[in-house]
């Protein structure tokens, strides 16, 4: 979708209240004009003047909900509506809890930044992102991604050195304090 399909700040601004300190979109009040009948303006404020908005949980942990025949995820309408622009990058949300739309928790990334603060994968076997027994040798690998390049940080007699030589990596190359955080159920 291109930046010229998408609703603009100010239209979803006139929709759409949004609290940037709960996170929470509800429904502002239509006036008739925006309705083909009164019948259609009556029902539509009806039932959703005032009630929550974008609010349907998906089965990956984020909210969504349509507008104009079109499902938006929640955290883009929230970072829209809140910084009168839409987000150039993905929105990344701090803390890991996608549907934490608070203004606090969402930052405009690049995916690359995005993917610094990333969750423990659940397939994980040591316990620590980056750290994997190399099997061969039956040392523990770390390594790390660095623009679009694997860094290869070294084979370790003990799972605590290979986990502290990814750490100050992380450090390094500017990953997000939270990454490597458990993954949410």
Do not use: C
Request: hydrophobic share 35%; no cysteine; glycine share 8%.
């Amino acid at each position: 979708m291109t930046v010229k399909d998408l609703p603009t700040p100010a239209t979803l601004r006139k929709l759409l209240s949004y609290d940037p300190d709960t996170g929470l979109l509800t429904w502002k009040y239509r006036p008739p004009e925006m309705f083909a009948t009164m019948l259609d303006y009556k029902a539509w404020n009806a039932r959703f003047n005032g009630k929550p908005a974008f609010a349907t949980a998906k089965a990956d942990g984020y909210l969504l909900g349509r507008l104009f025949y079109r499902s938006y995820r929640s955290h883009r309408i929230a970072y829209a509506i809140y910084h009168g622009a839409w987000p150039t990058g993905e929105v990344d949300h701090k803390n890991g809890v996608r549907s934490d739309n608070r203004i606090t928790n969402l930052r405009d990334v690049t995916r690359s930044e995005n993917q610094r603060n990333a969750a423990i994968p659940r397939d994980n076997s040591s316990g620590h992102i980056g750290v994997s027994l190399h099997t061969p040798t039956g040392r523990w690998r770390a390594r790390i991604a660095a623009g679009s390049k694997q860094i290869y940080l070294g084979l370790f007699e003990n799972l605590d050195d290979a986990v502290a030589a990814r750490a100050a990596a992380e450090v390094k190359y500017g990953y997000h304090p939270n990454h490597g955080r458990p993954a949410l159920a």
